[in-house]
């Protein structure tokens, strides 16, 4: 290959796969969290586990978003079956400064074995009984882990009064994380054909501590068992990663888009200070 080919195929490389970074020239950082693990379980269906399906759907998730998206850096809090604290993958999101943390989980309900649906939360207030459900439901994972009660300053995931701490939070990302959870929920109907039981927000505390845009996705009821079957079924994990991939793609552009932007503010404000 002469000189002049040589040139032209970086040039090429350049429009083919641009590198969109941050307006500090770094990648974009993607936290996929498969939710539970290990002994710890999750929820449980009549022919599988919730620490199964979750983790199946996001490691199809990374290889999706791998493939429509080389310039980005995934990071997956685990890839086994082993359990993991939630504090810890906060701060595994915290420690790669992650632009984005998608926690993925399957939901359960005890009464109401016909319910079934996706839902895309945020962290926030619960603002109904239904969502503080989920969200005890969802913490409750911490009584395995060991020295909860200090790690968690005596947190009791199943009573209602602790979850009053949390209206004294600071919740930053607010705006981002509602916009990408719209974009997964409307892609779980539109792609997955699931029930769309709307974007919620509630008090998870994997979601705490992390410091970036961030949202919990409850796939679908694992104690519906059409769901259930869907879920574990190949087709059905691969039809949910992918609606998540789109989604992924939808923020990714609108966020390349707003970078581009600030870069090119900065760039001007920086000229026109020079030109004072
Ligand atoms: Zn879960």
Redesign the pocket.
């Known amino acids: 290959m002469n000189r002049f080919c040589f040139i032209l195929f970086f040039i090429l490389l350049f429009f083919v796969f641009p590198l969109h970074a941050d307006t500090n020239g770094n990648p974009f950082v993607l936290v996929i969290d498969p939710?539970?693990g290990g002994k710890a379980t999750?929820?449980i269906g009549k022919r599988g586990k919730?620490k199964d399906i979750?983790l199946a759907v996001s490691k199809l998730v990374k290889q999706y978003i791998s493939e429509a998206h080389p310039d980005v850096k995934i990071v997956m809090t685990r890839t086994r079956d082993v359990a993991v604290d939630l504090d810890e993958r906060a701060d595994m999101a915290n420690k790669v400064n992650a632009n984005l943390f998608i926690s993925i989980?399957?939901n359960s309900i005890r009464k109401n074995h016909q319910l079934n649906g996706c839902e895309v939360y945020t962290f926030g207030l619960s603002r109904s009984e239904e969502n503080l459900e989920v969200a005890k439901r969802?913490n409750s994972v911490i009584l395995l882990e060991d020295n909860y009660k200090e790690k968690y300053e005596d947190f009791d995931p199943n009573s209602s009064e602790s979850y009053i701490i949390f209206e004294f939070m600071q919740n930053k990302f607010v705006e981002q994380s509602v916009d990408f959870a719209t974009m997964v929920q409307k892609q779980l109907v539109k792609t997955a054909h699931r029930e769309d039981l709307g974007v919620k927000q509630a008090e998870f505390l994997v979601l705490r501590k992390s410091t970036m845009p961030r949202i919990l996705i409850e796939l679908d009821f694992i104690s519906n068992p059409e769901a259930e079957q869907f879920m574990l079924s190949k087709e059905g994990q691969e039809t949910l990663a992918h609606s998540i991939c789109n989604a992924f793609t939808e923020y990714k552009k609108d966020f390349d888009r707003k970078t581009t932007a600030q870069t090119e503010s900065d760039t001007h404000q920086q000229r026109s200070k020079k030109d004072l």
Request: net charge negative; no cysteine.
């Open positions: 939710g539970h999750g929820a919730e979750n989980h399957s969802e």
